[in-house]
């Protein structure tokens, strides 16, 4: 039986550039891999996995994986921003690592900017045989703890709270520890929010 991998972390943590790497050597070594993402996921193409430092990994678009099935030759499939699958479409790929030898690694966020588990990636902490979390430095200043949540930002700098869990992009995204998530989510009026406001405000002027 295969193993479905699950490689999870926040925003700029490198996944999409790992699943790229994992691509490249596959091929380096003549193993036969297939890529698939969400089709809602074309921020910067509507076929390629891009990653933030430029690499670019060939790609099939889904709306879901409900008439999926890899080709025969496949090995390994790569799925990037996992998260925005269904739990649906997790039991399908837990149903292709049971019933064939390919090895599925899927790339993606754990939870959302409110702090919330995603659908899918809830399903895959309790389906995947492998968790790899990868690691990244919160974005606050000066704090050297690692990243797990994600604060989301206005226009005018205001942090949003609630919303739909799909947003793709990341401009107004910040990488926080969970210190910084609680102090700047949960208190609207601390100094440190007031503060990161104040330069986020800057940014887009």
């Known amino acids: 039986m295969a193993k479905l991998h ?18 490249f050597n596959f091929s380096r070594t003549d193993n036969k891999w297939e890529a698939i993402k969400p089709a809602t996921d074309n921020r910067d193409s509507d076929t390629d996995i891009v990653s933030r430092i430029g690499i670019k990994t060939k790609a099939t678009a889904l709306q879901n994986l409900d008439d999926y099935k890899p080709k025969r030759s496949t090995q390994f499939i ?4 996992v998260q925005f699958f269904s739990s649906k479409d997790i039991e399908k790929l837990a149903q292709i690592a049971d019933s064939t030898n390919i090895t599925i690694f899927c790339y993606g966020l754990k939870v959302d900017s409110n702090g919330n588990l995603f659908p899918a ?9 492998e968790l790899h979390p990868m690691e990244t430095v919160c974005e606050m200043p000066h704090c050297s703890a690692m990243a797990s949540h994600h604060i ?9 709270r609630g919303g739909n869990q799909v ?14 998530f609680h102090e700047l989510y949960d208190n ?5 929010y007031k503060r990161i406001c104040e330069i986020n405000l800057q940014k887009t002027k």
């Open 6 to 23: 699950f490689y999870y972390g926040v925003m700029s943590s490198s996944k999409s550039a790992m699943l790229g790497i994992n691509a």
């Open 78 to 81: 790569l799925v990037d921003e």
């Open 121 to 129: 990636s809830a399903k895959l902490l309790a389906e995947a045989d």
């Open 152 to 160: 989301r930002f206005d226009e005018q700098g205001n942090i949003i």
């Open 167 to 180: 947003e793709v992009g990341a401009s107004q995204y910040k990488s926080v520890c969970r210190k910084h």
């Open 188 to 192: 609207p009026s601390a100094k440190l």
